[in-house]
């Protein structure tokens, strides 16, 4: 079987950018492939250092989360990265085979010291986490990794690092593949940014229907009446397209919109809403279910699953590089 693995920082609830981008592949992909599901709370540390107590919290949520979004525990293993000591091993080994100047071009790191307004204050681990990432992955010799576009550049860094080990010491690690979600970058609320709980810009998969509706309703378009041609490319009608299943009934209403045939943002955003929730809805549902005790109980034995996995690769990358005696 392809084996494969995805995953996220816990910095708070999941959203439907992480539903399309990449939740979405996960729930799917399991059923035919053996999937880890990383939860990086490690990774968390980077900027939050001084806030444990939130880390756990959000570890338990975003478990929480996937499992009511249809992620399968008899399928699929979770991965508490702080659970597993090989993956902290093999970042050292790895950061041996990566100059400092390529870490610190990787765009994705770059664009995350912008974003995060951190300037030249930021712990050493913050560059650390990106050589941490191939870890993540290598370390479950993974095949394939659904993620959002926004971290093709993690991957391609990963590709690296796969390759430069076999020229040095002999294949241990596949080169593994990015798989994008059929919406690679969903735009958030505001239509500026991609959609985050830092921006304040997003839809949860826990969020209530009354929620959604005054979410959607924050969208602005510009557009002053439903009989003003309107732009059929804009950001409800990336919502429309991603979250509106009938397909031809959003080619019509696109029609409608471009030409102004009585079609008011009013009634997209109405729709829009509706397919959200009826998306959302039998989540909240299984998410009530889910108690912190049973997410717990689970995180044990995948735990007990992820280390046999990830301590047999460490032992093979090891021989391969004559540190095992």
């Not at 035919?32 to 939050?48: D, G, K, P, S, Y």
Request: glycine content about 6%; charged content about 25%; hydrophobic content about 45%.
């Amino acid at each position: 079987m392809t084996r494969i693995l995805t995953g996220d920082t816990p910095t708070g609830r999941l959203h439907l950018g992480h539903f399309v981008g990449s939740l979405e592949n996960r729930i799917a992909l399991q059923h035919q492939h053996e999937t880890f599901v990383l939860v990086a709370n490690i990774h968390a540390l980077t900027t939050r250092a001084a806030d444990p107590a939130a880390i756990r919290r959000d570890t338990l949520e975003i478990v929480r989360d996937q499992l009511a979004a249809g992620i399968d525990p008899e399928r699929a293993t979770f991965v508490v990265q702080s659970e597993i000591p090989a993956i902290a091993e093999l970042t050292i080994l790895f950061a041996m085979l990566l100059p400092f100047s390529r870490v610190m071009r990787n765009p994705t790191l770059k664009a995350e010291i912008i974003s995060k307004q951190l300037g030249d204050h930021y712990s050493f681990g913050f560059p650390l986490y990106a050589v941490g990432q191939c870890a993540d992955i290598l370390a479950f010799r993974a095949d394939l990794v659904p993620v959002g576009e926004d971290q093709a550049a993690h991957i391609e860094m990963t590709r690296e690092v796969a390759r430069r080990f076999a020229q040095l010491y002999g294949d241990v690690f596949p080169v593994p593949e990015p798989l994008f979600g059929r919406v690679p970058r969903l735009p958030g609320l505001d239509g500026v940014e991609k959609m985050s709980k830092s921006r304040g810009n997003a839809i949860f998969l826990s969020d209530s229907a009354d929620d959604i509706r005054k979410k959607v309703a924050r969208i602005t378009t510009g557009r002053q009446s439903p009989t003003d041609p309107g732009d059929p490319t804009n950001v409800l009608f990336e919502y429309a397209r991603a979250f509106i299943r009938d397909e031809a009934h959003v080619r019509d209403l696109a029609d409608r919109y471009a030409r102004g045939d009585n079609l008011g943002d009013g009634e997209v955003k109405r729709q829009v809403a509706a397919a959200i929730d009826a998306l959302v809805a039998p989540m909240r549902e299984r998410r009530a279910q889910l108690t912190d005790a049973r997410i717990v109980e689970i995180l044990h034995e995948h735990t007990r699953r992820a280390n046999a996995v990830a301590a047999d690769t460490l032992a093979k990358a090891k021989d391969a590089m004559r540190l095992a005696f």
